[in-house]
């Protein structure tokens, strides 16, 4: 079993539509969680960083972390066509973004 | 924002040759690099832990001796694949973690090795 499940679509939703990406993982240690994004070729930028458990809010994105179900997800609002991406969570029992284990990723298209 | 240039984006090689890639922090310094392997459509595998001035620490599964990393400075990590034949041929991606930006892991744009 992975460390780091993650669907990996591909997923594909109209403009304007709200997005859910998920991961869930099994180490009880992981207490920093991020979401990251990134396009064909290039790498991932940092979105979300969220420690421990509960929700943060910046812009269109949201993201939330329940660590007793072992789960995080990420929300796009009004989703646009830039959002067309790959999402890889992360997640570290480390401070500092140390020792990153990473999702598969999830392959995001938005339609116009 | 904090930047980090990685180079060359993309690299060529006959099998057997060797094939280094650069990571630099542009303006911040970097205490600590990583070094990522990334397959088609497969999430990134950390293989190894760069410390400025000391040696990296590999992942288990990670041939040090084909994988030689530096990281000679605050703003400069190499990765040098030695003898590269065409298993090794991938996306590698570095990341360095800020000095006074704790929180945030900056990554290069990679670097695409092909193996002839």
């Known amino acids: 079993q992975k460390e780091v499940e993650q669907d990996p679509g591909p997923l594909s939703v109209p403009e304007g539509a709200i997005v859910s990406l998920n991961c869930t993982y099994s180490?009880?240690?992981?207490?920093?969680f991020m979401w990251y994004r990134q396009y064909s070729r290039k790498g991932p930028e940092l979105l979300m960083y969220?420690?421990?458990?509960g929700n943060k809010e910046d812009g269109r994105f949201t993201a939330q972390v329940d660590k007793s179900s072992k789960y995080i997800s990420l929300f796009i609002r009004d989703s646009q066509p830039s959002d067309s991406a790959t999402y890889l969570c992360a997640m570290s029992s480390l401070q500092g973004a140390q020792k990153l284990v990473f999702g598969q990723g999830t392959r995001l298209t938005i339609n116009p | 924002g904090a930047v980090v240039s990685q180079h060359p984006s993309w690299v060529i090689c006959k099998s057997g040759t060797s094939v280094k890639i650069e990571c630099r922090s542009l303006?911040?310094?970097?205490?600590?690099m990583f070094w990522y392997r990334q397959f088609p459509k497969q999430s990134l595998m950390l293989m190894a832990t760069?410390?400025?001035?000391?040696?990296?620490?590999?992942e288990q599964g990670v041939e040090k001796d084909k994988f030689l990393i530096n990281h000679a400075s605050l703003t400069l990590s190499t990765l040098t694949v030695t003898s590269a034949h065409p298993e090794d041929s991938s996306f590698y991606i570095c990341?360095?973690?800020?000095?006074?930006?704790?929180?945030?892991?900056?990554f290069g744009s990679g670097t695409q090795l092909s193996v002839l």
């Open positions: 303006d911040f310094q970097a205490t600590t």
């Open positions: 180490n009880s240690a992981f207490q920093y």
């Open positions: 990341s360095a973690k800020s000095v006074t930006i704790n929180e945030k892991l900056f």
């Open positions: 969220t420690y421990s458990s």
């Open positions: 760069s410390n400025e001035g000391s040696k990296a620490t590999y």
